[in-house]
C-alpha cells in the first residue's frame, strides 16, 4: 500500500501596511503565525499595493509602515528563516496574475462581494469608490495564487473574498484545461476580535483606541488606566460589572494564570475590588507578553537597514515561487512566446 | 537667445492580436506608421494583454495573431530597427503601472468612458462586463504612459480613452507632486473608416468582410468581385451609382492615379461602364499595394523563428524604457524601499 506522505500546508497571511500592529493583531494572528510556522509553509505578505487601494494619496504612511511590519513580525517571534516574508509590490509577478485575473471575473460580481460592500459602505465610496478598491479580491487571489498556498486563516467577515478566490481559481483552470490554480481553505480565526479601550469599537488603527505593541511601557499603563470599565462601579466597595469591561476582556485574552483571573472576577461582582488594583494587575500580565517584544524590537531599531534587508531576502524567495506560478499560468493559457 | 531642439515626438501605438491585419488597418494607420517612424520615435504595441481582456476564452487566437501581427509589420514596411515593435504581456512594467493607476480612477468614472460604454453596449455586457474590459483604458494609460509617449495615433471614437488616460496623468502628477508622467495629444486619423466590402459596416475582423494583406491574388480578386456596388446596376449601358458603391470607395482610398478613377466614375454614371470592368481595375490597383506586402510576408513566412526573434528584441528595448518609467513612479510615490 502506498502511503501518502502528507504534504506541509502552504499558508498565505499579511498585513496592509498602514500602520503599526496593536494587540489586536497580536492575539489575532500573529501569535498564531509564530505558532503556524513550525507546522506550515508560511508567507506573510506585507501588502503595500493593496494598502494604496485606499491610501494613494498617503503613500508616506505605506511606505513608513513597511519598516515597522518588519519590525513588528520579527519582534514577535516571526522567524524569517523559515516564514518568507515578502513586500508585495517588489513582487511584479502578483501584479501581472492579477491582469489576467481580472478578465475572469465580472463587474456585477465584484459589487455583489458582501466583503467589500460592507468596506464600501464604512468609508462612504458608492460609485466613487477606486477602481483599485472594488477588486482587491481579484488582487487578493492573485497573492494567494502565487504561491499555490491552501490555508489562509482570515475573520470570519473575510471569508466571502475567499470565496471570490476560489471561484477565479476554478474558472481559471475550467477555461484553461488545467490544475496550474490551486484553491485554498479559510483557516478562520477563533479568536473573537479585540475591542479597543474604547470598548465601543474593535481595536483599530484609525479608531485611536489601540495599545501597540511598540508602546513603551509608560504608553501601556496610560491606555490601560484609560480603557473603559464599568461605569456604575465607582466606590471600590460597589460591585462591579464583567461584561463589557475591557479590563477583564484583555484579562480573559492575554491572562495565562486562569484561576487567578477567575478570582478577581468574583471579587470584582461582589464588590471590595477597585479598578486601579485590576488595571495595575492587567498592566503586569500585558508586560509579559509585550517587554520580550519590546526588547528584541529596541535591538531591531538599531539597524533598519537589516531589517529591511530580511524583507528584500524574503521577497527574493518568493519571487522565485511566483515566477514559477506565473509561468504555469501563462503555459496554460498558452501565451508564452 | 537660447535654441530649443525640437524633441523627435515619441508615438505609442498598436493592435490587439485578434487576427491578421486588413486594408481598413492599411489604409487607416500602417500606412501612416512606415512614415511616422521616420519623423517620430515609434513604439508599436502587439496589446496581448488587452486583447484577453475580451477573448479570456480564447488565447489561442490571441497567441497565433502575435506572429501574424509581426508578419504584418514588417511586411508592410515597419522598420524594426526604428520603430520599437513590442509585446504587451512581456512587459510586466504596464501591469504595474496599471495596479497603481487603478487606485486613482473610480468606477463610477470608468463607467461613464463614452468609448467603453459604446463598445460594452455593441458586445451586449451590461454588469456582466469582465473587470479587465470595463478597465482597458487605465491598462492603456499604463501603455501609453510607460514610454513616455506624447502622441498617440487614433481614430475619433477613441478620444475619450486619451482623455481619461490625461486625467490619469495630471491626477498622478498632482498627488505625487511630480511631472514623471507625461500627458498625451491624440493624433486623429484623417481617413475615414473604410468600409467592408459587405458595404454595410466597417471592415471588421469578426464581420467576414475583409480583404486581408495576407490575402492571396485569389482571394483577393474574389473578394473584390463580391464586393458590394449598385444593385441597380444591372446592365452595362445602365447608369450607375458611385455613393456606397465599395468599388469606388476603395479605388478613392488605394487608386494613386486620381484623374483615371475621376473618368471611371464618371463613365459609370452615364452608363456604358461594366461592374467587371472596374473591379478589375480595382484588383490591380489593389495589387500595386498587396504584391510587395505578399513577397515580403511570404519571406517572412519562412522563418517565424525569427520574426518572433525581432519582436523579442523589440519588447526587450521597450522594457528598458518601460523599467525607467516605473522607477520614475515608484520613486515619486516614495515606494522604492
Redesign the interface.
Known amino acids: 500500500m502506498a502511503n501518502k506522505i502528507e504534504q506541509k500546508k502552504i499558508i498565505l497571511t499579511g498585513d496592509r501596511p498602514t500602520g503599526c500592529l496593536h494587540l489586536g493583531h497580536y492575539i489575532g494572528s500573529l501569535a498564531n503565525r509564530v505558532k503556524l510556522q513550525h507546522e506550515c509553509q508560511q508567507n506573510i505578505l506585507i501588502a503595500?499595493?493593496q494598502a494604496?487601494?485606499?491610501h494613494?494619496?498617503d503613500?508616506?504612511l505605506?511606505?513608513e509602515s513597511?519598516l515597522q511590519l518588519g519590525f513588528d513580525y520579527l519582534s514577535v517571534g516571526i522567524d524569517p528563516e523559515i516564514s518568507t516574508i515578502l513586500?508585495q509590490?517588489?513582487v511584479?509577478?502578483i501584479?501581472?496574475l492579477?491582469?489576467?485575473y481580472?478578465?475572469?471575473?465580472?463587474?456585477?460580481r465584484?459589487?455583489k462581494n458582501p466583503t467589500v460592500k460592507d468596506e464600501m459602505k464604512q468609508k462612504g465610496f458608492?460609485?466613487?469608490?477606486?477602481?483599485?478598491?472594488?477588486?482587491y479580491p481579484?488582487?487578493q487571489a492573485a497573492d494567494i495564487t502565487a504561491f499555490k498556498a491552501n490555508l489562509v486563516p482570515v475573520g470570519a467577515d473575510q471569508v466571502p473574498v475567499l470565496e471570490q478566490v476560489n471561484e477565479i481559481v476554478k474558472t481559471f483552470n475550467r477555461?484553461?484545461k488545467t490544475d496550474a490554480l490551486v484553491e485554498c481553505e479559510a483557516l478562520i480565526s477563533q479568536t473573537p476580535r479585540l475591542p479597543g479601550i474604547d470598548g465601543k469599537n474593535k481595536m483599530g488603527k484609525s479608531l485611536g483606541n489601540c495599545i501597540f505593541l511598540s508602546d513603551s511601557p509608560d504608553e501601556v499603563k496610560r491606555k490601560v488606566f484609560e480603557a473603559y470599565t464599568d461605569p456604575g462601579h465607582i466606590k471600590v466597595d460597589d460591585p462591579g460589572q464583567i461584561e463589557g469591561n475591557m479590563v477583564f476582556i484583555y484579562l480573559d485574552a492575554f491572562a495565562s494564570d486562569r484561576k487567578k483571573v477567575q478570582e478577581l472576577k468574583e471579587h470584582y461582582r461582589r464588590g471590595g475590588l477597585g479598578d486601579v488594583a485590576v488595571k495595575n494587575y492587567l498592566v503586569e500580565v500585558l508586560e509579559n507578553s509585550l517587554a520580550p517584544i519590546r526588547v528584541k524590537r529596541k535591538e531591531l531599531e538599531k539597524d533598519p537597514a537589516e531589517v529591511?534587508k530580511i524583507?528584500?531576502r524574503g521577497t527574493e524567495r518568493a519571487r522565485l515561487v511566483a515566477a514559477q506560478t506565473l509561468e504555469d499560468v501563462?503555459e496554460a493559457?498558452?501565451?508564452i512566446?
Chains 1, 2 share one sequence.
Not at 102 to 108: D, E, F, H, P, Q
Not at 126 to 135: C, I
Open positions: 503595500d499595493m494604496l487601494t485606499d494613494a494619496e503613500p508616506r505605506v511606505r513597511v513586500i509590490s517588489m511584479p509577478e501584479a501581472e492579477t491582469m489576467y481580472l478578465n475572469l471575473v465580472t463587474v456585477g465584484l459589487e458608492g460609485k466613487s469608490v477606486p477602481a483599485g478598491f472594488l477588486m481579484i488582487s477555461v484553461y529591511m524583507l528584500k501563462k493559457m498558452g501565451i512566446y
